[in-house]
Antibody, heavy 123, light 107 residues
Framework: QVQLQESGPGLVKPSETLSLTCIVS??????????WSWFRQPPGKGLEWIGS???????INNPSLKSRASISIDTSKNQFSLKVNSVTAADTAVYYC???????????????WGHGTLVTVSS | DIQMTQSPSSLSASVGERVTITCRAS??????LNWYQHKPGKAPKLLIY???NLQSAVPSRFSGSGSGTEFTLTISSLQPEDFATYSC?????????FGQGTQVEVK
């Protein structure tokens, strides 16, 4: 069982940088077939995948954020982080972190999630 | 990007009823389709991966089927704890994309 917990400011001003951290339980980063992912869900809309990172620091990102999003990882602290710069009201959403399992013979799937944290972009 | 379309967007059902939700992909995605359940303020929960594989500890009343472009999630006998929103997700190619969600409400 993997436990994840998001943390970060709930209010960010327009044009500033949104920063969130996800703390992962135990020694989960040692799992060789896991990536670590960020998602968001704007009010009244569906889920959107932001990107994923491996323990080596290799990332894959959703082009929809036009390179405004960056994901980093600190395995010594059992955490990975998300930064989204130049935010606007459209970035207001519940942000989730999750584990991404890559099991041989299947596609990727996200088996454990944090509870999510609401980030509002407003002056 | 691959577009995922769920139907219906919402439904009302009673405890004990059989519920079916459909998800269609804008292009063929083999069986690389996952289903999630989410409730407000709670962590989303993986139900089905790879179209038809039941995630560990998920009740057997949940099942998934399909391949290519059309997929279904079935709840064989709806229970009180199943009133929630259900979303499909394709992981055939990046960017991973989701359907808009189907809200299952009490009739």
């Amino acid at each position: 069982q993997v436990q994840l917990q998001e943390s970060g400011p709930g209010l960010v001003k327009p044009s500033e940088t949104l920063s969130l951290t996800c703390i992962v339980s135990n020694d989960s980063f040692s799992r060789v077939n896991y990536f670590w992912s960020w998602f968001r869900q704007p009010p009244g809309k569906g889920l959107e995948w932001i990107g994923s990172i491996y323990s080596t620091g290799d990332t894959i990102n959703n082009p929809s954020l036009k390179s405004r999003a960056s994901i980093s990882i600190d395995t010594s602290k059992n955490q990975f982080s998300l930064k989204v710069n130049s935010v606007t009201a459209a970035d207001t959403a519940v942000y989730y972190c999750a584990s991404e399992a890559r099991v041989r013979g299947t596609g990727p799937f996200h088996d454990f999630w944090g509870h999510g944290t609401l980030v509002t972009v407003s002056s | 990007d691959i577009q995922m379309t769920q139907s219906p967007s919402s439904l009302s059902a009673s405890v004990g009823e059989r519920v079916t939700i459909t998800c269609r992909a804008s292009q063929r995605i083999s069986t690389l389709l996952n289903w999630y359940q989410h409730k407000p303020g709670k962590a989303p929960k993986l139900l089905i991966y790879d179209a038809s594989n039941l995630q560990s500890a998920v009740p057997s009343r949940f099942s998934g089927s399909g391949s290519g472009t059309e997929f279904t999630l079935t709840i064989s006998s709806l229970q009180p704890e199943d009133f929630a929103t259900y979303s499909c997700q394709q992981t055939f190619t990046s960017p991973y994309t989701f359907g808009q969600g189907t809200q299952v409400e009490v009739k």
